[in-house]
């Protein structure tokens, strides 16, 4: 028996997702929710899903769904978690949790009371070279990290909107701070400026800050800085985290990890698709109930979130922000 799994959303990453999960024969997509009859149609056709549906609460009344795919902008989450909890079904959903933290706490503490499955995409836990970062970094003591989220600006209209995608820290630079927890413990202490030189200037109703930087301390005594721009032209850009050990540097970036020690240099290319990792530890947890595959749960995604809305709350208040 295939797996009954709805989605919700017809955007850039809805598409991402019904590729992946196509491939598979053990689900099938039976059903789609999207902002308008026409766009969930015109998804359905595209991606042979029986289904489509505007609204989700006939969605829920019309199909038995064994999990949901979340996979809306920053500003529309909240009714479709809350639904998936009352019902008890699972959910993936993308990051980040919404554009401010009083939501997912209330969805967290909604998910805690039910005991339910969730899924979050920090999708690079799931690659090899975060893996042997963070086995590198249990060798060898660590003194500070930087990051870096250096980029074009996203052009659908959402993301320029401080309200609708909750700015480009929140949104985009949240992969590097959720790498750095991952491999490196918690944060308890935020502190951030953030600025606008360039895209207000260029597009209209553009309320996103478009370069920052934050501050973090970790509760090892770490510290990281992590900078952002989405100033860049298409095309050129940098992500990427480099830590100083005792040891030496190791460097990270998106197609792989650098441990430079003083006599000898090593390299390890990425090998795993980690969108296709994070869809198989999912989907293995609803089959087998065993979510110990699954690197990023709401409750620990909620840590990510908890970080990236101080660094806001921080940027504007001017002062360093404490976690507890
Ligand atoms: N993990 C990653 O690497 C990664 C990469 C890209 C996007 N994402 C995340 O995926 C999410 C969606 O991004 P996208 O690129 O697909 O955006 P998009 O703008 O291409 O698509 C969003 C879709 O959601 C629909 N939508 C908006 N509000 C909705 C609502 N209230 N209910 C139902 N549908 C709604 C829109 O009509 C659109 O079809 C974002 O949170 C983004 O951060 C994650």
């Given at each position: 028996?295939?797996?009954?799994?709805?989605?919700?959303?017809?955007?850039?990453?809805?598409?991402?997702?019904?590729?992946?999960?196509?491939e598979r024969?053990?689900?099938?997509?039976?059903?789609?929710?999207?902002?308008?009859?026409?766009?969930?149609?015109?998804?359905?056709?595209?991606?042979?899903?029986?289904?489509?549906?505007?609204?989700?609460?006939?969605?829920?009344?019309?199909?038995?769904?064994?999990?949901?795919?979340?996979?809306?902008?920053?500003?529309?989450?909240?009714?479709?978690?809350?639904?998936?909890?009352?019902?008890?079904?699972?959910?993936?959903?993308?990051?980040?949790?919404?554009?401010?933290?009083?939501?997912?706490?209330?969805?967290?503490?909604?998910?805690?009371?039910?005991?339910?499955?969730?899924?979050?995409?920090?999708?690079?836990?799931?690659?090899?070279?975060?893996?042997?970062?963070?086995?590198?970094?249990?060798?060898?003591?660590?003194?500070?990290?930087?990051?870096?989220?250096?980029?074009?600006?996203?052009?659908?209209?959402?993301?320029?909107?401080?309200?609708?995608?909750?700015?480009?820290?929140?949104?985009?630079?949240?992969?590097?701070?959720?790498?750095?927890?991952?491999?490196?413990?918690?944060i308890d202490?935020?502190?951030?400026?953030?600025?606008?030189?360039?895209?207000?200037?260029?597009?209209?109703?553009?309320?996103?800050?478009?370069?920052?930087?934050?501050?973090?301390?970790?509760?090892?005594?770490?510290?990281?800085?992590?900078?952002?721009?989405?100033?860049?032209?298409?095309?050129?850009?940098?992500?990427?985290?480099?830590?100083?050990?005792?040891?030496?540097?190791?460097?990270?970036?998106?197609?792989?990890?650098?441990?430079?020690?003083?006599?000898?240099?090593?390299?390890?290319?990425?090998?795993?698709?980690?969108?296709?990792?994070?869809?198989?530890?999912?989907?293995?947890?609803?089959?087998?109930?065993?979510?110990?595959?699954?690197?990023?749960?709401?409750?620990?995604?909620f840590k990510?979130?908890?970080?990236?809305?101080?660094?806001?709350?921080?940027?504007?208040?001017?002062?360093?922000?404490?976690?507890?």
């Amino acid at each position: 028996m295939k797996l009954r799994i709805g989605m919700i959303g017809s955007g850039g990453f809805s598409k991402m997702h019904a590729k992946l999960l196509a491939e598979r024969d053990d689900v099938q997509i039976v059903a789609v929710c999207g902002t308008s009859k026409a766009k969930a149609e015109a998804f359905a056709m595209a991606w042979e899903i029986p289904s489509s549906y505007e609204s989700f609460s006939e969605m829920l009344d019309g199909e038995s769904l064994d999990a949901v795919y979340i996979l809306v902008p920053p500003m529309s989450h909240g009714e479709y978690e809350m639904k998936l909890i009352e019902r008890g079904i699972p959910f993936f959903v993308e990051k980040p949790l919404g554009v401010d933290i009083e939501l997912p706490q209330q969805i967290r503490t909604a998910i805690q009371q039910k005991s339910l499955l969730t899924s979050v995409g920090y999708h690079f836990r799931y690659t090899d070279t975060v893996g042997t970062m963070k086995q590198w970094l249990c060798e060898q003591p660590l003194g500070m990290m930087t990051g870096q989220w250096m980029g074009s600006m996203p052009q659908v209209a959402w993301w320029r909107d401080q309200a609708r995608s909750g700015g480009q820290f929140i949104e985009q630079s949240t992969h590097i701070v959720d790498i750095m927890r991952y491999c490196a413990g918690e944060i308890d202490e935020v502190y951030a400026m953030y600025s606008q030189q360039v895209m207000h200037k260029q597009f209209e109703g553009v309320t996103v800050p478009d370069v920052g930087t934050v501050t973090l301390k970790f509760k090892s005594g770490v510290i990281a800085n992590i900078s952002n721009t989405c100033v860049l032209p298409n095309g050129v850009g940098k992500v990427g985290i480099t830590c100083y050990t005792q040891d030496g540097i190791l460097e990270w970036d998106t197609e792989r990890v650098t441990r430079i020690e003083a006599h000898q240099t090593t390299v390890r290319n990425k090998q795993v698709d980690p969108y296709r990792a994070e869809n198989e530890a999912f989907i293995h947890a609803l089959k087998t109930g065993d979510t110990g595959r699954i690197l990023s749960d709401y409750e620990d995604a909620f840590k990510t979130q908890q970080v990236t809305v101080a660094a806001w709350e921080s940027a504007k208040s001017g002062l360093p922000i404490r976690l507890s």
